[in-house]
């Protein structure tokens, strides 16, 4: 079964200082890793996903399938990156279904 | 990108009743999903919403309880039926924007935030 593990809750840090959210993910095959984010009264949104290998707002992540994880991270934290972040993962095998970790809230202190 | 909307935004209801949700999408799409998001929880998943066929619902969710419509392939509803405190949740609908359903994106609704007293 897949299952997704985001081991934080919440994670505050001050702006400028680096960010990284941490996500393991337990999948025998070849999943599909994505981040998802809900900024304050607006709809959840994909930021990134590892297919696509981009930045997305200066976050950046990258599939470790030695360590099964996908964490997100940001190397200069702004205040507007302050939102709940979920990873999120899929597979072929399961009819492309999102599974979604707990989430975690990141507050970006001034 | 897909531009979806759901109606009604929230709802309070009482035990016993029932309450429809519709999602309603401004594009063709050949994948919908209904999620839900309990307080202070993740999403999960309930049911894929297939195009003139049965839900597929996932483990722990029932047809009697949620029964789907999809009736084409840019609308469907989802149904809390006999609601009890504990279906206090959020609602979302998302759809798969792509023809072929692998490796595209999926795209949130805002959500119909629902408490039952």
């Known amino acids: 079964a897949q299952r997704v593990t985001q081991p934080e809750k919440l994670l505050s840090v001050f702006k400028g200082a680096p960010v990284e959210l941490k996500c393991n993910y337990s999948?025998?095959?070849?999943?599909?890793l994505f981040w998802y984010v809900q900024y304050s009264r607006q709809r959840l949104q994909l930021l990134l996903r590892?297919?696509s290998r981009e930045s997305i707002k200066g976050f950046t992540a990258d599939l470790n399938k030695g360590e099964t994880s996908f964490h997100l991270k940001k190397p200069f934290a702004q205040e507007e990156d302050s939102a709940m972040y979920y990873c999120a993962l899929s597979a072929a095998q399961y009819g492309n279904k999102l599974v979604f970790g707990a989430g975690t809230i990141l507050r970006v202190k001034s | 990108s897909a531009v979806i909307s759901q109606k009604p935004s929230r709802d309070i209801c009482q035990r016993g009743t029932s309450l429809t949700i519709q999602c309603q999408v401004d594009s063709q799409v050949t994948m919908m999903f209904w999620y839900r998001q309990q307080p202070g929880q993740s999403l999960t998943l309930i049911a894929t919403?297939?195009?003139?066929?049965?839900?597929?619902?996932e483990s722990g969710f029932v047809i009697d309880k949620f029964p789907i419509s999809r009736p084409n392939l840019t609308f469907s509803t989802l149904t809390v039926s006999n609601m009890s405190p504990e279906d206090s949740s959020i609602y979302l609908c998302s759809v798969v924007s792509g023809t072929s359903g692998s490796s595209d994106t999926q795209y949130f609704g805002p959500g119909t935030r629902l408490t039952v007293l």
């Open positions: 999948y025998s095959g070849s999943p599909e």
């Open positions: 590892h297919i």
């Open positions: 919403a297939n195009q003139g066929s049965e839900a597929t619902y």
